[in-house]
């Protein structure tokens, strides 16, 4: 560690420099692992998969008694895109204007830096607390999210070691370090739909079935991208329909088949199994040769109101004078796989430049994260700050 950085800085410096993008692990797990174990930690690191899928994961944990508190994310991050375009070179982390730039800056090395960097600092003032203190970081959050958080999860709870209560520290706020709390997510459901027809020439339709029109038909109550009202806790149910192709070259020619793939988010007023009788049983009235393949990658969740939310907002607010909107918008993230067994919730970095050229957080926010992290930690012990 350099005399020149803070831990948080060095530490997401030090993260960004290793080029991981999912589903590697390219040395972040090393670091993190000789890092925790510095702090006391026991480190368990498990592999999923094989080949080209397998997935290295960290475990890192500190008691074993109740209660027990985990920080949990990614060290993976998805690629650079064209170097060319980005003003540094995107695994440098270089520091231009108090922020530093490089995929995974805020998605989420800078959080993993936090998490460690105040545990680092916590742990000097209260190294006789009661209870357990973990870190579980994957390396397949920004891929398939097979090999990684789910197994882990698993794994934890076959274990006996499943937390009491998670913090994911997936970049929630978007316009500034306070702004949002992610208390739960919508589900994301995903269908490809094939419809087959009858080949023929367009100057004689009635010997052919086109089944580009019975698609469309199909399609039609998709068109407004809305499903349902939303509820108190949850948007409206949205749909995108991503992709609709012949792959037929001639324009004389009525294609035989056609596909189309679209994904639904929905929330509670919702699920995957409602949503799914509901579209088949149109799909059968719009009647003819079809297959329909559904395909669910979450389910909505949330974690109700109360103790751990407070306790976390309360944090937030104390550090940043900011009282942060409970939310369970955006996509999906690892927060699912905690949330059939345990207290969930997502707070991280400002996250204006994720996935983008240029992803860059400001060091200032790096400080005030690992703050607001201590305060979590010092609330959930109950101990003073």
């Known amino acids: 560690m350099t005399d020149a950085l803070p831990a948080e800085h060095d530490l997401a410096r ?77 695994f440098a982390a270089a520091i231009v204007d108090d922020h530093m730039i490089g995929r ?38 920004e891929g398939p999210a097979i090999h990684g958080t789910k197994p882990m999860v698993a794994w934890l709870n076959d274990t006996g070691q499943m937390p009491d209560a998670v913090l994911v520290g997936e970049p929630t706020n978007p316009d500034q370090l306070g702004d949002v709390i992610k208390h739960g997510r919508r589900g994301s459901l995903t269908c490809q739909l094939t419809v087959h027809g009858e080949q023929g ?15 469309l038909k199909m399609l039609a109550p998709l068109e407004s991208g809305v499903l349902d009202k939303g509820n ?94 409970l939310s369970t918008s955006g996509g999906t993230s690892d927060a699912r796989f905690f949330a059939p067994y345990t207290d969930v919730v997502e707070f991280g970095l400002v996250g204006k430049t994720m996935h983008k050229i240029d992803e860059a957080v400001a060091l200032s926010d790096l400080t005030k994260l690992t703050r607001i992290y201590q305060q979590i930690l010092s609330a959930y012990f109950d101990v003073s700050a």
């Open 232 to 325: 108190d806790t949850f948007d409206p149910s949205t749909v995108a329909i991503t992709s609709i192709d012949t792959g037929n070259p001639a324009n004389n020619v009525i294609p035989a088949t056609t596909h189309a793939t679209f994904n639904i988010r929905f929330g509670t007023v919702q699920s995957a199994e409602k949503l799914e009788q509901m579209l088949r049983a149109h799909f059968d009235s719009v009647g003819g040769n079809y297959q329909a393949e559904f395909r669910l990658s979450a389910e909505p969740f949330v974690t109700p109101k109360g103790h751990f939310t407070d306790l976390v907002s309360n944090a937030v607010h104390m550090m940043t004078g900011r009282t942060p909107a």
């Open 104 to 141: 995974g800056a805020v998605d989420m090395k800078g959080a993993i830096a936090c998490f460690a960097a105040a545990l680092s600092g916590w742990l000097e003032q209260h190294a006789d607390f009661s209870g357990s203190i973990s870190m579980l970081i994957t390396c397949d959050e």
């Open 14 to 90: 030090q993260l960004i420099q290793c080029p991981s993008v999912t589903p590697a692990e390219a040395g972040t797990l090393d670091l993190l692992s000789e890092y925790m174990t510095g702090l006391g930690f026991d480190i368990t690191r498990l592999a999923f998969g094989e080949g080209k899928d397998r997935v290295d994961n960290l475990f890192a944990r500190r008691g074993d008694s109740a209660p027990h508190f985990c920080f949990a994310g990614h060290s993976d991050v998805v690629p650079t895109g064209s170097v060319d375009a980005w003003q540094t070179a995107p």
């Open 201 to 215: 020439h367009v100057a004689y339709p009635h010997l052919a079935d086109n089944p580009i029109h019975r698609l």
